[in-house]
């Protein structure tokens, strides 16, 4: 479970670091497009400047150490604004060597099994993530929002970025674990 939840964070950080500078997206799930940076995941890293405190958060949780993973995932990422919402000093803290664990549980927050695009998503779905919590899928519009097991509401900012290996979707807010 450790094993998969690293290939998963892995691709988190590749995505999150890459695609979003490398790819035109469409920022709600009724616009048609879709983009692709036509690379797998490894090959599309380190570019985004809206994931640093991602990128961070990742590399606290020793989540880096692999550049590739099979797939497919989908990926909630969140921006670093969205980590501006945690409260005062819950960053520090989560980035500390002793709150390892409980970074890794936020983090599988946001990865699920297989490719979901924005318009695959229906209101009232539930999702799985790779770490066994429940996501719920809200759509008003065109507009889609993920909502944690603690009742937590992130939208998506930027919806179905592809690359070979996966689909990322920027989320506006930190998704959290039940526990």
Same mark, same amino acid.
């Given at each position: 479970m450790?094993?998969?939840?690293r290939?998963?964070?892995?691709? /988190?950080?590749?995505?999150?670091?890459?695609?979003?500078?490398?790819a035109?997206?469409?920022?709600?799930?009724?616009?048609?497009?879709?983009?692709?940076?036509g690379?797998?995941?490894?090959a599309?890293?380190?570019?985004?400047?809206?994931?640093? /405190?991602?990128?961070?958060?990742l590399?606290?949780?020793?989540?880096?150490?692999q550049?590739?993973g099979?797939?497919?995932?989908t990926i909630?990422?969140?921006?670093?604004?969205a980590?501006?919402?945690?409260?005062?000093?819950?960053?520090?803290?989560?980035?500390?060597?002793?709150?390892?664990?409980q970074l890794?549980?936020?983090?599988?927050?946001?990865?699920?099994?297989?490719?979901?695009m924005?318009?695959?998503?229906?209101?009232?779905?539930?999702?799985?993530? /790779?770490?066994g919590?429940?996501?719920?899928?809200?759509?008003?519009g065109?507009?889609v929002?993920?909502?944690d097991?603690k009742?937590?509401?992130?939208?998506?900012?930027?919806?179905?970025?592809?690359?070979?290996?996966?689909?990322v979707?920027?989320?506006?807010? /930190?998704?959290?674990p039940?526990?």
């Amino acid at each position: 479970m450790l094993k998969h939840i690293r290939v998963c964070f892995t691709l /988190v950080f590749v995505l999150a670091t890459g695609l979003f500078a490398t790819a035109q997206t469409a920022s709600t799930a009724s616009q048609p497009s879709v983009a692709s940076t036509g690379k797998d995941l490894a090959a599309s890293a380190m570019m985004s400047q809206d994931h640093t /405190v991602l990128v961070q958060a990742l590399q606290a949780a020793g989540l880096t150490s692999q550049a590739k993973g099979a797939g497919p995932y989908t990926i909630f990422a969140p921006t670093n604004g969205a980590f501006g919402k945690l409260p005062s000093g819950a960053l520090e803290n989560l980035l500390k060597p002793s709150s390892k664990k409980q970074l890794t549980g936020i983090l599988a927050t946001h990865v699920v099994e297989g490719r979901v695009m924005a318009a695959d998503l229906q209101d009232g779905q539930t999702i799985k993530t /790779v770490s066994g919590e429940t996501l719920t899928v809200s759509k008003q519009g065109g507009t889609v929002m993920i909502k944690d097991a603690k009742g937590g509401s992130a939208t998506v900012t930027k919806a179905d970025i592809q690359a070979t290996n996966g689909i990322v979707h920027s989320v506006d807010t /930190v998704l959290m674990p039940s526990k």
